[in-house]
DNA sequence: TTAACGTTTTCTTATATAGCCTGATACA
DNA sequence: TGTATCAGGCTATATAAGAAAACGTTAA
């Protein structure tokens, strides 16, 4: 079982756009534009919400959702508030997709990490423990990286969908009750 | 050697995780 | 002044976007 931390999309509003007026415009609690230290426009439609960031080509990314019905609503609201200011046309087609997943799980048991990425296998582990205090572990079957910490606690990233993180969880499960059985 | 151009890297944001380090504060 | 505790920042991972900087390569 695992919980998402934060999803991540992408979609494209296909116009180019005036950042600077875009901002000024914006009926939305939040926006911050500062070209001196990056260049996309940063828009919050509620106070500590999911963060939306809006390039010039009328590209845009949302970070920040713990769900993926957060996300889609997130997306649907910022395009309907661009609409209503004329900005696109309220049927546009934005093409959003869902790039990445963050979820968190766990083994239910404390884990030897030299252990562990010797059994796993030293082409698909990365661990250094004076760099990082996790076990990086990339299986060859998932689209996904896990962080595998020594208390069992799992951090699951790279995933496009809750199923693919889901399944590497369960991979990954698997792999340590056959080589750290007790 | 220098200029010009092309390619690559860095930056920024969100988020979980845990260990280490540093700085600030509190108390003896 | 010395020690203890706490908070915050950094480390690493993925992903999108695009500007800017830092490279590397080639030609004059």
């Known amino acids: 079982m695992v919980e998402i931390a934060n999803a991540v999309g992408s979609g494209d509003v296909g116009v180019e756009l005036d950042i600077a007026e875009v901002e000024a415009d914006l009926p939305v609690p939040y926006t911050e534009y500062d070209p001196e230290n990056y260049h996309g426009l940063y828009v919050r439609l509620v106070e500590d919400g999911p963060l939306i960031t809006l390039y010039r080509s009328g590209k845009y990314i949302i970070s920040g959702c713990s769900s993926f019905e957060e996300l889609h609503e997130t997306n649907r609201a910022f395009l309907?508030?661009?609409a209503e200011l004329d900005i696109i046309n309220s049927s546009i087609e934005t093409g959003f997709t869902v790039q990445n997943v963050v979820c968190t799980g766990e083994l239910q048991r404390s884990?030897?990490?030299?252990?562990?990425?010797i059994g796993l296998g030293l082409e698909v582990v990365e661990y250094e423990p004076e760099q990082?205090?996790?076990?990086?572990?990339r299986p060859p079957d998932f689209p996904a990286v896990l962080?595998?910490?020594a208390n069992g606690n799992v951090v699951i990233?790279?995933?496009?969908d809750?199923?693919?993180?889901?399944e590497a969880f369960n991979h990954l499960q698997t792999k340590v009750e056959g080589l750290l059985a007790d």
Do not use: R
Request: hydrophobic share 50%; glycine share 8%.
């Open 111 to 117: 884990v030897n990490l030299n252990t562990l990425s």
């Open 157 to 160: 990233t790279g995933a496009a």
């Open 162 to 166: 809750v199923e693919t993180a889901e």
């Open 132 to 137: 990082f205090p996790g076990l990086i572990y």
């Open 80 to 82: 309907q508030t661009l």
């Open 147 to 149: 962080l595998v910490f």
